[in-house]
């Protein structure tokens, strides 16, 4: 099973408003309300490519509620935490047109803070973590809210490689770096992300390919280390399939 994680999961409230005014009154062309969230995103993408996989995150109130039914509508299977207090987040997207046309000229984002997560909340999502086992895959995706310490996804890495879980990290900063050392079997940091992590501008491909073998001398694997890998890891489950149909002779 693939199992995705969202710290920070969001209904995204999107509308386009033609020539957006600050001050004034502006009546939408279009809106949409949208389940939100990177770990979500991942989850509803590899649903339509065919791949089951159970979401795990944390919702409050009723805004909760209906990001839950959201996902359900994709037939996600969802682990959810329950969190009494608070709701969970809306974000607004204004997209501002060009009058009488569809092209964006800029866009607007208000981002709401969510509900303010526990330690008690946390620990829910660590047993549940540890459940998984070796044929399992996790994907952290996204930032946590500032409710959540910066070691939590060092944490949850270091369980993961403890018990040989594949693991994919998609973060930045502090949240990416300190996981490297559990060597991730997959990073995705874009642009944006790698000039945030490192404190720069990078204006060339040339540039993004050193700063990426930055994170690769701290611990992320080659593809040849990553082949490695796979192979025990079908190696065991052949092991593990072999050793039913013994008990069943």
């Excluded at 279009?30 to 995150?57: F, P, Q």
Aim: hydrophobic share 35%; with cysteine; net charge positive.
């Amino acid at each position: 099973m693939i199992y995705t994680i969202t710290f920070n999961p969001a209904l995204d409230y999107t509308v386009q408003v033609e020539e957006f005014e600050i001050g004034k009154i502006n009546r939408t062309k279009s809106e949409n309300i949208l389940a939100g969230g990177k770990g979500l995103n991942v989850s509803i993408i590899l649903k339509r490519l065919g791949i089951e996989n159970t979401a795990l995150s944390f919702i409050a109130g009723f805004t909760g509620k209906e990001l839950e039914r959201k996902i359900k509508q994709y037939n996600i299977k969802t682990d959810f935490i329950e969190i009494n207090n608070g709701y969970t987040r809306i974000n607004v997207k204004i997209s501002s047109l060009k009058k009488n046309s569809l092209i964006q000229e800029r866009e607007t984002a208000l981002n709401g803070n969510g509900p303010e997560i526990t330690q008690e909340d946390i620990d829910e999502l660590l047993e549940k973590i540890k459940k998984i086992n070796s044929e399992d895959i996790v994907i952290l995706s996204g930032n946590v809210p500032k409710c959540i310490n910066e070691d939590i996804y060092e944490i949850i890495c270091k369980e993961l490689n403890e018990k040989n879980v594949k693991f994919v990290v998609d973060a930045s900063q502090k949240l990416l770096m300190n996981c490297l050392k559990y060597k991730p079997f997959f990073i995705k940091p874009n642009k944006d992300e790698l000039e945030e992590t490192f404190n720069t501008k990078i204006k060339t491909k040339k540039e993004i390919i050193i700063y990426a073998k930055k994170y690769y001398m701290r611990g992320v694997p080659c593809e040849e280390e990553r082949n490695e890998r796979l192979s025990k890891s079908v190696m065991a489950k052949k092991s593990n399939k072999l050793q039913e149909i013994k008990k069943t002779v």
